[in-house]
């Protein structure tokens, strides 16, 4: 099977994985934790820390369980010094006695090699938040990487070179989130 791929069961578990690319992805996305080993069983959505992204990536799971029409759709997976384009698949299942699955596949579409932002630098931002135990909250949208910044409007979201050039600091916790735009081109029927 081609790209970075997972199922799921009806309980939105980890059931099984593309073990060799799944790995390789997470290892240089400098996320090793999140190999497949540390993955299976676990709640597929417990990795998705915004409460906003993990509903909307709900509600398309179960509009496709119940349509059976498969989705895909544009994300990014940006990591120190590159931007990723990916392009997300999602398909229904069938898992027989057990149920409707799901199956995620992610395929690398582009790559672009950029300056390294230390804001996609997960170790750095792990060891800043080891100095300053209680940092500002950085949504980063999941599909566009853009950053929305501490106190700022919920349609103020900014690409990392502009957060950084507005006074934005890699001292600060990420969350994932979804910022307008991607909301309405991605989840038009929300």
């Known amino acids: 099977?081609?790209?970075?791929?997972?199922?799921?069961?009806?309980?939105?578990?980890?059931?099984?994985?593309?073990?060799?690319?799944?790995?390789?992805?997470?290892?240089?996305?400098?996320?090793?934790?999140?190999?497949?080993?540390?993955?299976?069983?676990?709640?597929?959505?417990?990795?998705?820390?915004?409460?906003?992204?993990?509903?909307?990536?709900?509600?398309?799971?179960?509009?496709?369980?119940?349509?059976?029409?498969?989705?895909?759709?544009?994300?990014?997976?940006?990591?120190?010094?590159?931007?990723?384009?990916?392009?997300?698949?999602?398909?229904?299942?069938?898992?027989?006695?057990?149920?409707?699955?799901?199956?995620?596949?992610a395929q690398i579409v582009g790559r672009t090699i950029r300056p390294p932002i230390d804001i996609f630098d997960f170790e750095a931002l792990l060891s800043a938040l080891k100095q300053e135990p209680d940092p500002p909250i950085v949504a980063r949208c999941t599909f566009c990487q853009r950053l929305r910044r501490p106190g700022a409007g919920d349609d103020d979201w900014v690409s990392a070179e502009t957060y950084y050039r507005l006074g934005g600091t890699s001292r600060a916790r990420i969350s994932h989130g979804l910022c307008a735009d991607c909301d309405a081109v991605r989840f038009p029927e929300r």
């Open 1 to 105: 099977m081609d790209g970075i791929a997972c199922a799921v069961d009806t309980e939105d578990r980890v059931i099984a994985v593309g073990r060799r690319r799944w790995d390789r992805f997470a290892i240089e996305s400098g996320t090793p934790e999140l190999c497949a080993d540390s993955i299976v069983g676990r709640n597929l959505f417990e990795f998705v820390r915004a409460p906003d992204m993990r509903q909307a990536y709900r509600e398309l799971a179960e509009k496709i369980i119940s349509s059976g029409e498969p989705v895909s759709i544009a994300a990014r997976c940006d990591r120190l010094g590159v931007a990723r384009e990916l392009r997300l698949s999602i398909a229904p299942l069938d898992l027989a006695d057990k149920g409707p699955g799901l199956l995620f596949q």
